[in-house]
Structures are given as structure tokens and as C-alpha cells.
């Protein structure tokens, strides 16, 4: 190995240093061949599974890998190369749809990968080490059932921890029979592992009969070391590596051997595989393959969100959004099509950095540093939400006067050119502008008072209100233009007659709690999204927001509607700029910072406001009364299973028949025994922290 080598490995295992193992020290000779292969180069990679889209979470990984662990380490730009890989071994979850999505989303984040590599592109590689490690005598096909295999564990922990604790295990926790602890198949003979492994491949054996699992240690303080499953069974075609397979590579077998045969240096993962450190480097010590650092960072936790990939699937799944893409969704489409850009996204990935302590985002910064970097680049025009239309009683004193007025596109950057404005005989201005009683803190419009216009710079003072039943609809108002009119409070903004009709979809938090919890569904924001189906903006973004350069995958045009936050068109929109005709779609990506303190919600803002509060205190009263309930009671007493069933266990209080006296099955009693055991845990955890 060069000395040049020697010394970027030792920089390198100083920055990113983790728990060490024995069995992670590589030989000489498996060092010498990887510096051959690698030379000076530094190589991770971005494994995500295809059974979803990338989220936030990954976002922040694909930062780590594709720059910030080399920055830490100070590799120099030529000597830096990330692989993208997909982790595909469960078809059962994986779609093409996922796939597509998975590359589009790395690409738009501006990554440019070595290569794209498929751990189904290993799967005979794989299988021929599997052979290997049966012939070695450390792997073994085995018929026990999941069930049986939990019990399994569940007594090896026990007898660890009993072990740790100075107790005698087989006083604590005897083993009942050898066919649970080491399990019946442990021993079986090399020549029978590898026949029945052959009937396994041409697929003689039913779903879920057989398992080639590990034989690892089973009196390891570490549950990962519990003789993990390397292969099991899937009549399932795969979507990349098609029909040819009907045994598929279990993760924990899989990651760490294409890490090697992809000769990684750094096998960066987030904390919840800090214990899987030792089957990683257990699988690359007995098949004597070279064995990449491993470091673990923290993973990216946000507020009113959820990253878990079972939840976002529910949350899809269930309608409660749109799709993957939904503006409310922390995934990179989601957060594309509400107006994030690449530059946001990576600006904040790389001011979060990344640590070992665990910790929760404040929503808050992700859109400040949207507002930064949108302020930057939007243009800006003026829109009305619900628009309320004014009629100038006087018009004819001002026809003969200059009434269309050139418009910065920036206030803060000429470069990027400017727009002109007309100001028309009726326009439009924002609801939240006007009301029927003044107040001293508001400094909007209302009846017999005088608001500035923006550009215009002249005052309108309103004169008349008509109303369509409780709702404002019109205001006849006077424009004056003298010089001694008095100097108003501020200057609202407004559109021309001739503004372009628009739907604006308004997003709040997905949820109404900074950190979900186990009652997520319950928790869940009903106006996380408001639209507006009648809003208007002004003509001069027309061009702009033509659907022919809308595209669901790139960032589309972004605005800032003056005093009221900045938007991207949606890929909903069919606006045609020649025609005007088609619907044109607008998404709020984030409010102005400024605005909180000075502007009246729209009565939409005020109604969703207090929705959310009436229900965040109707949470609170059901969650307070459902911690009242003991798991015992749950069916008989929460308020959501009242009425369903009419017969209990009386040792467990299970429901046994349902509301009607037909026996229920023994999946729905065992799915019910699930969500007993749920509200168990956060009924223990709920009293724990009252006792605080």
C-alpha cells in the first residue's frame, strides 16, 4: 500500500470513526487488493429500497454521501465517487413506479453518481457466497415458523440478560428443548443444507417452509446475532431482475456484500443500525471479504411530519393526501412540487450537518432558508385569494392621467427586469384587506377610511359596501390623487380588472402536534390544506406560468405574491398563455416572515384556525380519556370499538365475537391482541411522563 494511501486511511478513520469490532479488521492482503482497486479514490454510496419515494431523510443522506463526509475527511473533488445503488431485495414492496422516482429525485437534487448499481444485479453472486457459507458449515436451512423463531429469540435474550446480570440462564431461563434453543435444524448435516437450499432455488418448496439462516451466536448480548434469515422464499417476480429467482437475499445478508464487491470505503448509515454493526462485519469476516468502515449518524427527524415509510404508505394508501407528490408530504417530490428547490433542500441538509445526537428539526428552519433563497430569485406580483371587487365611483376625474406603472420584478435585484401594471376602472384586492369595523391595529381598508394603492400611490376611500347575504362582494370606493389627500397607514396591494383567474392551494402542517405520536391518524391537520378555487393574479405573469414549461419533475415557476408569501405554479395547471383559457394552479410553499405580526387571515385563514384549535382540544380530551382505559378494557370502553363487539376473553379482554354474536377469526383476534399491546406501551409511556 502507497504511503500516500496509508495516510488518507488514517485521516479517513479519524473523522468518521465508530464502535470498533474485531471482526471489522481487514488482513493485509484484502487491504492490499482494495488500494489496488481504489487508489487514492474515497468511495460511499446511496443505497435507498425502492418501496417508496425519497423523503427529507434521504435527502440529508444523500448530502453525507455525495459531500459531506468527503468534506470531512478532506478528500480531494477528483478523488470523490458515490454509487447509487438500489437496495432491491423484496419485490414484494418494490415498483417501477418507486424506481423511476428514486433516480429522477437524485438527479434534480444535482448528485451525479459513479454509477447506479441494483443489489439484483448480484443475486448470482450472492447465492454462490450463500453456498459458500453452507459449505463452510456457517449457514443452514431451517423449517421453523416465524412464530417459532420468535420464541426463539425472545428466550436468547432473556438468557443473555440474565448472563450479563451475573445470573445463571439455565436457572433463569432453562431452555424447554433443543428444537426451540439452538432450534432443530442447527445441526443438520452439510450435504442436507445444500440439497434442500437446491430445492429451495428451483422452487420445490412452499412460501414461508423453509429459511437459509445464519449460524451466528446465540449467546450474544446483540439480537441481530440471533442466527438472522440470509434467504427466504418469494413466488414474486422481480421488477428489475424479472422471473428468474424465487429465493430472495435478505437486507442484513445483502448490503454489506455489495458494499464490498463495490469496493466502498465508507458505509454510512443512520443510528437505528448501530446494532447491525455486528452481523455487517460477521457475514464479511466468514466469507474473508474486505470489510468497508461503517459509520452511523443521526437521522433527520422533522417537526409536524412523519418519515416513517409505513406511515407515509398509509397516508397514501388511506387518501388522507393526494399521492407521494402531495405538497404536504416530506417527500423530495412533495416538497418539489410545493416550491422547494434543490438549493433549499441542500442549503438545509448541509446547515444541519451531520452528528451521532439524536434530535427533532424545528419545521421552521426548512422555510427559512426557503424564504431566503427564494427572495432572492422570485418575482414578484400581486394577487387576491378571495377577492373582494372595488368599482371607482370617480373615474372619469383620472382617466386622462398615467395609470399603467413599471414594476421591478425584485425590489432588491434590477438584473432580473421588470413588468408593467394597469390600474383598470374596477380591480380586485384581497378580503383580508377589508373590514366592515375598523380597529386602530388594523391598517386595511373599511368603510369611510382612505388605504394607499400600491404603485398607483394615490388613496381609495370606500364609500359603499354591497353584500350578498353575510358575504362582501363589492366595494364602491373614491381614488384620490390630490396632493394634499392624507398620508395613509400603508398601501394595499390589488389586480386589474384583467387578472388571470387561478386555484391556490394554501398548506399548513400535515399534523397538529410538533411530534406525532402513536395516535398519528388522530392527530392528523384537517386544514393542512385550504384552497382557494377563486382566486386572482395579475396579467403579467402569464407568460410565465404557461402550462407548455410546467413539469412535475424540475422546479417550476416560482412568485412571491406580494404580502402574502411566496408560491409555485402546480402541475394541475393547463393554462395556455395564447389562448387564455385552461386552469392555472398555484401552491404556497411558505408565508412571509414579515406578515405574522401585521397581516389579517383571510376569513378561510380565521375558520381553519379555529377548526384546528377545536379539534387539537378534542384530541386532547379523547387521548386524556383513552389514557384513563386499561388495555383490559379497550374494547369494551374506547369510544372508537364501542358497539362492535358483544363477547371478552375474561383473562385478557379480548373481543371474541363480534357486535352481531358471529366468532371472529383467529387474524382478527390475533391483529386486535396488536393494538392491545399498543395501547399498553403508550399507556405506560403516558404515566411515565405524568410522573415526571
Known sequence: MSESKQEEETTVRNALSARELEWAKNSPELLAKHSAANGKIVRTRFPPEPNGYLHIGHAKSMNMNFFLAFEKLGVAEENRRTVFRYDDTNPDAETEEFIDSLKRDVAWLGWT???????????????ELAVQLIKKGLAYCCDMTKAEMEIQRELAMKRAS?????KDPDVDHPIPSADILPGRNRNTSVERNLEIFDKMKRGLYDEGTW????KMDFESANPNMYDLVAYRIKYTSHPHAGDGWCI????????????????????????????????YYWILWALDMFRPNVYEMSRLNCQYTVLSKRRLLKLVNNNYVRGWDDPRMPTISGLRRRGYTKEIVNRFCNDL?????SNVIEYEKLATTARACLSETSQRAMAALEPILITISNWKDHENTTLTFPVQNSPTDASLGEHSITLTPTFYIDSSDFRLEDSKEFYGLAPNKAVGIKYHGGNIICDEVKKEGDKVKELVCRLDSSDDRPKPKTWISWVPSDGIACEVRVYNHLFTVPEPTELWEDELNPESEIVYENAIIDPSVSALVDSSKIDKWQSNAALQFERMGYFVVDFDTTYDHSTKKGKLVFNRTVSLKEEASIKKLSKKEEE??????AKQAADKAAKEARMKIEPKDLFRLAEEYKGKYSKFADDTGLPTHDADGTELTKSAIKKLAKEQKKHAQTLAKFKASAAK
Do not use: Q, V, W
Open 608 to 613: 381553519a384556525n379555529a377548526a384546528r384549535k
Open 353 to 357: 450537518g451531520a452528528t451521532r445526537a
Open 162 to 166: 440474565a448472563k450479563s446480570g451475573g
Open 211 to 214: 429459511t437459509l439462516r445464519l
Open 248 to 279: 430472495y437475499p435478505a437486507y442484513d445478508f445483502t448490503h454489506g456484500i455489495c458494499d464490498s464487491l463495490e469496493e466502498i470505503d465508507y458505509s454510512i448509515c443512520t443510528l437505528e443500525f448501530e446494532t447491525r454493526r455486528e452481523p
Open 113 to 127: 453518481p459513479e454509477k447506479t448499481t441494483y443489489s439484483s444485479d448480484n443475486f448470482g453472486k450472492l447465492h
